[in-house]
């Protein structure tokens, strides 16, 4: 059959085609072979490829078991039918899934891999009620942000370091009970070997070097992506001197943030 080169971002679908068919060969695996494995025709596994199909949910998550991706393809499974995601952030979320090491600050909100579905919810009741988008719309965005934190879980364990400004501690979503449990969970997460969690102290004051997210993926190919967001668009940086620079002031940021230990008292008192 004729190989039909695609460009990935022409479309959610030609990416997908595009990863799954890397994939795949990264695995010396046919069109064939990969459709035996996963329990699909090898003309399904060729019309996705091709982008002329829509993969399924569990065809992704199939995919992703015996290609051993991270849950990379079941998280672009999402972008082809979720559009009320920050645009952006499903490209960010697919990096994400493979990064050998994830370092974060978040501004105001505990971040989604380290959130509980409760506080998620509340996240997402509220855009509802604001008519942002609608409940389908909410429900598709709690399922992919579970698929995201699967990675937490993931073999072999990605290193992880958060810094979270102290407004992320102080601000009650969904409700004092709510926050309680998203607090014990912050503390939950912090005692794995392979999780760092600081907080940078509302007396960093001016000293504080982002004013927004700011995430730093390093690769298994020892590339360094960076990615950052306003309120309508998230973006993902794969210059090395641009995320070098961010990586700079993130080194700086985690050496002015209150220490594990200390970190750890300030989310136990809230």
């Not at 060729?46 to 829509?54: D, F, G, K, L, V």
């Not at 810094?163 to 309680?180: F, H, I, N, T, Y």
């Amino acid at each position: 059959m004729r190989r039909t080169d695609l460009d990935p971002t022409s479309s959610p679908a030609a990416a997908f085609g595009v990863q799954l068919r890397r994939s795949r060969e990264a695995k010396g695996l046919t069109q064939v072979g990969l459709a035996e494995l996963i329990g699909y025709s090898d003309t399904l596994v060729s019309s996705i490829e091709r982008a002329t199909r829509n993969p399924t949910q569990p065809f992704a998550i199939q995919a992703d078991n015996v290609l051993e991706t991270g849950g990379t393809l079941e998280l672009m499974f999402w972008n082809l039918s979720n559009t009320s995601l920050l645009e952006g952030f499903p490209e960010y979320a697919a990096q994400e899934a493979k990064a050998v090491e994830i370092r974060h600050f978040e501004l105001g909100v505990v971040p989604g891999l380290l959130q509980t579905q409760e506080y998620a919810a509340a996240f997402a009741a509220a855009a509802v009620r604001r008519g942002r988008i609608t409940q389908e719309q909410a429900d598709d965005r709690l399922n992919f942000l579970l698929t995201r934190q699967k990675l937490l879980d993931r073999k072999p364990l990605p290193w992880l370091h958060f810094v979270l400004d102290e407004g992320c501690l102080r601000r009650p979503v969904g409700g004092q009970k709510a926050m309680s449990r998203q607090l014990r969970h912050l503390e939950e997460l912090a005692s794995r070997p392979n999780l760092t969690i600081q907080i940078a102290p509302y007396s960093l004051a001016e000293e504080l070097p982002f004013t927004m997210v700011v995430t730093l993926l390093s690769m298994a190919d020892r590339s360094l992506l960076a990615y950052s967001e306003c309120q309508l668009r998230g973006f993902l940086v794969r210059q090395s001197e641009t995320a070098r620079v961010l990586e700079r002031d993130y080194h700086q940021l985690a050496v002015e943030a209150l220490p594990k230990a200390a970190s750890l008292e300030m989310i136990r008192q809230a």
